[in-house]
């Protein structure tokens, strides 16, 4: 007479595949964690960009975006005066950069080349983060100087300033 219950082998085999669906659902969720991320920092450069475009014309005073390191894992895009940046390259004070973007940790920024389509956008060398990546103007307009490109683990985006209206306008992912 047989008793109740599963064999060894039923176990197993249930349990193997539960594993492999466990693997298959952590394999789909983590790839959607990464393009949040992404996604998250594109909406805050968006915000930010349209923060310092309401700021430049509240002050009324040419502001430079800058791309700059926070830490060693964070980045942020910050504003400063133009004058005040120029003044600092004189060996006045350096300028007092305020912070409009802080993005997500492992979220790096770069200054990708002049915003044109015939020409593709690649790193500048040296990255120099005293550049403005765009001029934000006392009468509301945006003068791209730099695409920018936001990378999180494999996956970039590069973004392009809008120059009549806030905001930045997302030419595309690269894995």
Known sequence: MRRPGFTLIEVIVVLGVLAALAGLALATLSGS?????????????????????????????TLGLYARPRSDSHWMLAVA?????????????????????????????????PPTDEVEATPTQGSDSDSPVALLLPDG????????GLTHKDQTV??????????????????
């Open 141 to 148: 307009r945006c003068l791209p100087r730099s695409e920018l």
């Open 158 to 175: 590069r973004l392009r300033f809008r120059r009549l209206t806030p905001g930045v306008e997302r030419l595309g992912s690269e894995p």
């Open 81 to 113: 005066p133009v004058s005040a940046a120029a003044a600092s390259e004189s060996g006045a004070a350096p300028p007092k950069y305020r912070s409009v973007v802080i993005y997500p940790d492992g979220v790096t920024v770069q200054a990708l080349g």
């Open 33 to 61: 964690r990464a393009d949040r991320v992404m996604n998250e920092a594109v909406d805050r450069t968006a915000h930010g960009v349209a923060s310092a475009r309401a700021r430049a014309m509240l002050e009324g005073t």
